[in-house]
């Protein structure tokens, strides 16, 4: 029987800590399901999902756990949960355009959390406006909405939230 490892990385950012990882995740005969990176102000950040068979999976993690180096880098590992899932969730996609200011995602997310909606992926970054109208702020949003949920109170409710912003929903086709 197989079981799932989420990776957890946060460090400073240098050439081969994929490799790195995937090294040790491929010898231990684990697969590699997904995984997200990126470069946030210089650090290496991310999560990789991956799946071993049970009798190796402690073997691992511990090894991955062994990359953490105080005050440089940062390896959390833990077991999914067979049960976790989303099976009566429905799948929005959003994305917001509005001004640049403080708490814009403290009030999206005050938002979904009233309506139990999980952040699936959020994807967010500041530009410079153009034309000198200063900072535009961008949310690309994946969400896993529970059948409850009314999809129409959800955007009158994020649209009261965040009056300024141009929301619109994503089809699937459009990512």
Not at 133 to 139: K, N
Not at 160 to 166: D, G, K, M
Request: without cysteine.
């Amino acid at each position: 029987m197989s079981v799932g490892l989420v990776l957890t990385l946060n460090g400073k950012d240098r050439p081969g800590m994929v490799s790195i990882l995937s090294e040790i995740v491929s010898s231990h005969g684990a697969t590699w399901v997904e995984s997200r990176f990126i470069n946030l102000g210089g650090r290496f950040a991310g999560g990789a999902h991956v799946e071993v068979e049970d009798s190796k999976a402690d073997l691992l993690a511990a090894e991955l756990k062994a990359l953490s180096k105080p005050d440089t880098f940062l390896v959390l590992v833990d077991r999914m949960d067979e049960d976790a899932g989303n099976d009566d969730q429905g799948l929005l996609l959003l994305e917001l355009t509005g001004p640049d200011r403080v708490g814009i995602i403290h009030d999206l997310s005050k938002v979904l959390s009233k309506f139990s909606i999980s952040i699936d992926e959020l994807v967010s970054e500041t530009v410079e406006a153009s034309m000198g109208g200063g900072q535009t702020f961008f949310v690309q949003l994946s969400l896993s909405v529970p059948e409850s949920a009314d999809e129409e109170e959800v955007m009158d409710a994020l649209q009261s939230a965040l009056p300024e912003f141009l929301i619109d929903t994503i089809e699937d086709e459009e990512l």
